[in-house]
């Protein structure tokens, strides 16, 4: 795994040569931040959909195609962002992609027609997806250099990011056009990712540190492209529940158990608060329990949940099955990114990351579907179908190499895992 300090040559007055190495705890702090603006960025740009609509003309069904448009752009860069990452480095590529996604926000408001606004939407879908498989890839490095499981912490902000930007966007729907505040979140996106950035170009080192065997073309092989294609369906499987949820969760409580309108448009924000508090103590349940123990729980309690959510015959009773789905499913897909990231690299992220936008994107239509041929009660269950697998997968794949399991820190060397240690962990400066 590539040093994010790398040895430099030294300097007058520091022996040590490393002038220009930063604490890592700064390079924590700025991917952070840009997990956030990623949140945060794309819950303003969805809570002015109704807008959009409205201002386009468009029907539901033509709105539904465009945006398609986003998904379509995020599932091709994807694929693409991994070889940007070992050419350029996950770092310029992340602070590339946010600028880009800053800029690329404020297109919608300024289109007049589906097609239109179909065409920018594949903009912004395009700097989404590059900017959430290169954050992750630097994510994976840095947790490999810190030696702790921290991947969760990044996921929580993503969604602290998703609910402040959501909460705004709320909040100013009824006093600003859909140009003006998406405009101010264009500024703050550059705002934060020129100050962010700094950090992160100032540590390109992934890419100097690159070997041989690295620089060669990238083709996931044999047991290594198998275990990456494992974890990819587990961000699957969790994914089709954050999509479901999404889209269908309050469909369920106004319509099948007769809640009122502010209690169902309560239901996904309870999801995703129990979501952010999952992965806010993700770090040190992982640290307790080892990741394969955290997949298999964490799947065992979203399907849990989603049960008790989908065939609760009261409304307080599937809140409460909604909040248990949010904490089971809240480290499985940081666990699944890390795992494929740290055994292929930029190119096992975006693997997986890919699998795993693909279930947000099949959830909602497959929910449709069946509720269709049989009722949305039942659709539902298939999001704890889903979480079981994840499950029983994450348990199957404790055998990868490198191991799945982070087991308890006594049982390793200088008090750290097999899985999170670091052969030059003494060039690095501690957080």
């Not at 040569?17 to 949140?39: H, I, K, Q, Y």
């Not at 993503?158 to 609910?163: E, I, P, Q």
Request: aromatic content about 6%; glycine content about 12%.
């Amino acid at each position: 795994m590539p040093l994010l300090n790398k040895p430099r040559t030294a300097a007058p007055g520091r022996p040590d040569g490393n002038t220009a190495a930063l604490p890592l705890s700064r390079l924590r702090t700025a991917l952070t931040v840009f997990f956030a603006l990623d949140g945060f960025l794309f819950a303003g740009w969805v809570v002015r959909i109704p807008a959009i609509k409205q201002q386009t003309g468009a029907s539901a069904s033509d709105l539904g195609l465009a945006l398609l448009g986003v998904s379509a752009g995020a599932v091709v860069t994807m694929t693409l962002t991994g070889r940007l990452c070992r050419r350029f480095g996950s770092h310029p590529v992340t602070v590339v992609s946010g600028v880009l996604m800053s800029l690329s926000i404020a297109l919608p408001p300024l289109t007049h027609s589906a097609l239109a606004l179909s065409l920018v939407l594949l903009v912004f879908g395009a700097a989404y997806g590059g900017i959430n498989v290169a954050m992750n890839s630097a994510a994976v490095d840095l947790v490999t250099t810190l030696r702790r499981p921290v991947m969760p912490s990044f996921h929580a902000a993503f969604s602290l990011g998703g609910m402040v930007g959501a909460g705004l966007g709320g909040l100013v729907a009824g006093g600003l056009s859909p140009t003006a505040h998406l405009l101010a979140l264009t500024a703050v996106g550059l705002l934060v990712s020129a100050v962010a950035g700094r950090v992160l170009l100032r540590h390109p080192a992934p890419v100097a540190r690159r070997t041989a065997k690295d620089r060669a073309p990238h083709r996931l092989k044999g047991r290594t492209h198998r275990t990456v294609v494992l974890f990819g369906v587990i961000a699957l499987c969790t994914a089709y529940g954050e999509g479901a949820m999404a889209d269908w969760g309050a469909l369920h409580l106004e319509q099948d158990l007769h809640a009122h309108p502010g209690i169902a448009a309560a239901g996904y924000s309870l999801f995703a608060l129990a979501m952010t508090v999952g992965r806010l103590s993700g770090t040190a349940l992982l640290e307790r329990l080892g990741q394969t123990r955290t997949l298999a729980a964490g799947g065992t309690t979203a399907a849990a949940g989603m049960l008790l959510g989908a065939l609760a015959p009261t409304a307080w009773l599937a809140l409460l099955g909604f909040a248990v789905t949010g904490l089971g499913l809240s480290n499985i897909f940081p666990v699944a990114v890390a795992r494929a990231g740290a055994l292929a690299g930029p190119g096992g992220v975006a693997a997986a990351s890919t699998l795993g936008y693909g279930g947000m994107l099949l959830g909602p239509p497959a929910i449709g579907f069946l509720a269709d041929a049989f009722s949305l009660p039942v659709a539902l269950t298939t999001v704890a179908a889903l979480a079981g697998g994840a499950a029983v997968i994450g348990y199957a794949a404790r055998n990868a190499s490198p191991p799945l399991d982070s087991p308890p820190q006594e049982s390793s060397p200088q008090g750290s895992s097999p899985l999170e240690s670091c052969p030059h962990s003494a060039h690095l400066q501690e957080v």
